[in-house]
């Protein structure tokens, strides 16, 4: 019967210890499955700021109805809510990432930027954050040959200046007022078009695009002239023109403005 015992006891102790084994193995799996996940968001942060959270807040991961896909915007996209594509916000992070980076580079090398932003909700945003950072800007409409026909668009720029130089001098006093009603007329249709302009005395490094859908004719231009494109992309567009795509809501104020205060915080940064 002793014999019998040790048999019995010889045989469970293996059991015991295979438990033991499971107990020792699952808070290894527990500790590996809570551990940060190896991304590069955390690094995105700490160098510009970036958080996934803010964008979420901000509503930056908002694509188009699921029928306004564009299918090269497939890569960043992370799934669909109610019909309406949302956008990866690590791809977002990625792609502001290496725009902003490559902002950071142009501003502190003194090459200019140029801002473009005519779509009704977000041009005087785009013109506020062009002018808080001194640089040019369109927030009308793009002038075609803008970049392709410099020289002409040039000489408007220039005889704007004097207009409005001769105007601060009291240079208008000498003409009737009939002429200076025709003078002033033509002088706001000038500043309208060619205000943001004034400090651009040729061609841009780089331009940043709000809409690309709105002015794809400015996107045209600059690749055609070798001008470096960093764009807002949404779900309803092509990426592929553009050098430094940031997937985004394009539509949402406080969208475009989470990501044009990350550009003008990296410009007044590298300045």
Request: proline share 4%; glycine share 6%; hydrophobic share 35%.
């Amino acid at each position: 019967m002793a014999e019998e015992k040790e048999d019995k006891i010889k045989e469970e102790k293996p059991k015991k210890s295979v438990k033991e084994k499971e107990i020792k193995q699952t808070p290894e799996k527990e500790s590996v499955s809570n551990a940060a996940p190896k991304t590069s968001v955390k690094s995105k942060k700490s160098a510009f700021g970036i958080k996934i959270e803010d964008m979420e807040k901000t509503g930056v991961n908002f694509g188009h109805r699921v029928s306004r896909l564009h299918p090269k915007m497939k890569p960043y996209l992370a799934g669909v809510k109610n019909t309406t594509h949302i956008i990866d916000l690590e791809k977002t992070s990625e792609g502001l990432e290496k725009a902003l980076e490559y902002i950071q580079k142009i501003i502190s090398e003194h090459k200019i930027l140029l801002f473009v932003g005519t779509k009704i909700q977000v041009k005087d945003l785009v013109k506020e954050t062009a002018e808080e950072c001194g640089l040019p800007y369109v927030c009308e409409r793009w002038l075609g040959g803008a970049f392709t026909n410099f020289s002409v668009i040039k000489k408007r720029i220039d005889y704007l200046i004097e207009l409005e130089d001769a105007k601060k001098k009291g240079g208008w006093e000498k003409y009737t007022k009939k002429e200076r009603i025709k003078i002033n007329k033509e002088f706001e249709g000038l500043k309208t078009k060619f205000g943001g302009l004034k400090t651009l005395v040729g061609l841009p490094e780089a331009i940043f695009i709000a809409d690309i859908r709105k002015d794809d004719l400015a996107v045209k231009e600059a690749k055609m002239k070798g001008v470096k494109v960093v764009a807002i992309c949404d779900t309803n567009v092509d990426p592929s023109p553009i050098d430094y795509p940031i997937p985004g809501n394009d539509d949402a104020i406080l969208s475009v403005k989470y990501i044009l205060d990350k550009v003008k915080e990296t410009i007044l940064k590298s300045k």
